[in-house]
């Protein structure tokens, strides 16, 4: 692959491209808070071709220098229920006290305005497994079948975080149980079109992941059957890129056009990261009309300070 080249001249970052369809390792790259504009940018660029953007050897990044890095690529947002919250706006999720993901999800759909992008940091690594696995939602919608395309433009969705990816782990302990009982401390539901149409791109993408709750208008037999034929074209293997992380690496991924899943494979090894998460928009669809927030009706302000 060529270079994918900013719109300011003369400013270019090397991508080598991980699978066919998604996925890209930036190499030559010192992510912090200094980083010249345009490569800022060129980043940005490069992340809504190839949905997710890995580095190697971030290692001089710290909690400080992360989150300076998340303020450049963003308006930095907290998580509205999840313990752990490291420093101004760092998600932790340490394997041991519940924070695992393994589950397939878009975060945080359960809000009108789910996060734009995630900034995660690799911490502590288990010498083996701990892979993450991430999905073009955009590639998924593109190649369904015309039937399928022409029904999925027309549905939209609630999404809630009364089921929560925590609460798929394999092996359940204390630490998950507090985990998931913060979690759903306040009940949040949004209403989503199922085919959201990217602000940056125009791109059309699925929206599902395991917040989804119900199609508006059918009954709860009939979502469920029409989710996992939906889900099951996003997670088809050829659309998706997986990660063998290494202490200091950084991912970063459109939320707008992705999923994400977290193989949890490592036994009882501990394995942390954390995040930074970016502020996103109401989601439009095909037909002009926006997501909504259901519950609770007035959000608290999540904006990081």
Do not use: C
Request: charged content about 25%.
């Amino acid at each position: 692959m060529q270079p994918i080249t900013n719109p300011v001249p003369d400013i270019a970052i090397d991508v080598v491209p991980v699978s066919g369809r998604i996925g890209g390792e930036v190499q030559g790259v010192r992510l912090g808070a200094d980083l010249d504009e345009a490569i800022v940018a060129a980043l940005k660029q490069a992340l809504n071709r190839h949905k997710v953007l890995f580095f190697r050897d971030q290692h001089h990044l710290d909690d400080a220098a992360h989150q300076a890095f998340g303020r450049r690529w963003g308006q930095p947002t907290i998580h509205p229920t999840a313990p752990a919250q490291v420093g101004d706006f760092l998600l932790e999720l340490d394997s041991r006290h519940g924070g695992k993901a393994n589950v397939w999800h878009t975060d945080l759909t359960f809000m009108a305005s789910y996060p734009s992008a995630s900034i995660l940091r690799a911490v502590t690594i288990p010498p083996a497994g701990g892979d993450t696995v991430w999905a073009n939602t955009v590639e998924a919608y593109e190649r369904l079948p015309d039937p399928l395309r022409v029904l999925a433009d027309t549905l939209r969705a609630v999404h809630s975080n009364d089921y929560d990816y925590a609460a798929n782990q394999t092996e359940p302990d204390e630490g998950t149980d507090r985990y998931q009982a913060e979690f759903i401390s306040t009940v949040y539901e949004a209403e989503h079109p199922l085919v959201r149409v990217h602000p940056e791109t125009g791109e059309r993408a699925l929206v599902l992941g395991a917040f989804f709750k119900q199609f508006v208008g059918l009954g709860t037999s009939e979502s469920r059957r029409l989710y996992e034929v939906f889900q099951a074209h996003i997670m088809r293997l050829e659309n998706t890129v997986r990660w063998r992380w290494r202490e200091g690496d950084v991912a970063i991924w459109d939320n707008r056009a992705t999923q994400h899943y977290a193989i949890d494979d490592y036994g009882d090894a501990k394995r942390v990261v954390r995040r930074v998460t970016i502020e996103g928009d109401a989601t439009i669809g095909i037909d002009g009309r926006s997501g909504r927030q259901i519950r609770p009706e007035k959000l608290p302000d999540l904006r990081a300070v």
